[in-house]
């Protein structure tokens, strides 16, 4: 079997690519593979389906950019497709005087990125969200809000179907035999040109065609502790100020496309690639590797891995994880945040010479293949025009 262009991976990624290469190619012929019966399967599908503004990142980086156009282009997506979406906004609060400077630095950072945010004070956040407890001022993000990730995904899949595009469920990767010629299941294809979209595979992947030869993908466990009363106790997201020291943004207040209020996540060190539920998906080979850098970075305390491990682990527990959260808020029943959420797993990367975890994305590829090798949040938001700009730079 031969096709112009193979992508593997049917994560928002992987069909944001089809999308883009579709657009800019339309007479080549497109096959998608994916290991699972149907598209969003991992982190795709598991995730908390914010559309982030883009006023977290550094104005250099592609995190910025890219997260400032796709919350555009989600919401044009979701509006011309009429799909889910809860124009909820976000509230970033300090929950003490020495975290106010933070919010100024964020306001900053979307002032550069031209992300509409405005810093306000007590009564203003009050009146947004009277639920939220914030110390002087807080930032309110208007654009962020809410969709449904396996909405969209499917969306995008059925409309790629429909022009043209081949998708090949339960076809995993399992090897390269020879040039661009992989073994997807049981079946061959030749690609003209392969797109490594594989998420928490990318590296392994990458390796295969000679790429990543520096980097390692670790995984890290999210769930969220969702609220189970009938009632709807918030109407806006509550974040609080990031150590930017930190690789994850930490725990918040979540709200879905429905309004439905969770806590989270959690970013627990997992110990093989598909770690959701206890055994299950055990992988032997996956777990002496990831242990193996696991170990290294607790040893050297890499990042501050050590003090960052223990205290996600501690998440594992509700009432430390609600204590934590409560500090953003004034009146919620703890009594019903009791269920905990379909896990997800963040595909991190890992930079194996420095030690250190990658922030940005990063693309590795030459005239035959491509491969996304760090595409975590805010990945979904930035889908739509990282996309377009891996098939302009790297496929063209």
């Not at 309004?259 to 539920?277: M, S």
């Not at 009594?335 to 896990?343: A, I």
Request: hydrophobic share 40%; with cysteine.
């Amino acid at each position: 079997m031969y096709t112009d262009f193979l992508i593997i991976g049917g994560g928002v990624i992987g069909l944001a690519t089809a999308r883009a290469l579709k657009a800019r190619h339309p007479g080549a012929s497109i096959i998608l593979i994916d290991k699972e019966p149907d598209v969003a399967r991992h982190a795709s599908g598991r995730n908390s389906g914010v559309l982030h503004a883009g006023f977290y990142y550094s104005a250099d980086s592609l995190k910025a950019k890219f997260c400032r156009d796709g919350n555009k282009a989600m919401h044009a997506y979701c509006a011309e497709h009429r799909l889910r979406l809860n124009p909820c906004g976000k509230l970033v609060v300090a929950r003490e005087p020495e975290e106010v400077e933070g919010l100024r630095e964020l306001k900053r950072r979307g002032d550069i990125n031209n992300v509409p945010v405005e810093l306000i004070d007590e009564q203003q956040a009050a009146a947004i969200e009277p639920n939220a407890r914030t110390c002087g001022m807080a930032l309110y993000s208007p654009t962020t809000a809410s969709v449904d990730p396996v909405e969209i995904c499917t969306h995008l899949r059925d409309r790629l179907a429909e022009g043209g595009v081949r998708m090949l469920m339960n076809h995993p990767y399992r090897t390269r035999l020879d040039g661009n010629i992989i073994l997807a299941g049981e079946e061959a294809i030749d690609a003209g040109i392969i797109v490594n979209c594989a998420g928490l595979y990318a590296s392994r992947i990458a390796r295969d065609f000679g790429f990543a030869q520096d980097y390692h993908i670790l995984p890290f466990k999210g769930v969220y502790l969702k609220y189970t009363g009938s009632d709807k106790p918030l109407r806006t997201l509550l974040y609080s100020v990031p150590d930017m020291r930190k690789p994850f943004l930490g725990v918040h207040f979540a709200i879905t496309v429905d309004g439905d209020v969770k806590i989270g996540p959690t970013a627990i060190p997992a110990f093989w690639r598909e770690n959701y539920h206890g055994m299950s998906g055990f992988n032997a080979p996956e777990l002496l590797d990831i242990l193996r850098w696991q170990t290294v970075l607790f040893a050297r305390n890499a990042f501050g891995f050590r003090t960052f491990a223990i205290e996600e682990m501690r998440k594992y527990s509700k009432r430390y994880l609600i204590r934590h959260a409560f500090r953003m808020a004034k009146n919620l029943d703890a009594s019903k945040f009791s269920e905990w959420s379909r896990p997800g797993i963040r595909a991190q990367l890992l930079n194996t010479k420095t030690l250190s975890l990658v922030q940005d994305f990063v693309v590795e590829g030459g005239s035959k293949s491509v491969h996304v090798l760090n595409a975590n949040s805010p990945a979904f938001t930035s889908s739509m025009p990282f996309a377009e700009w891996v098939v302009e730079q790297w496929l063209n």
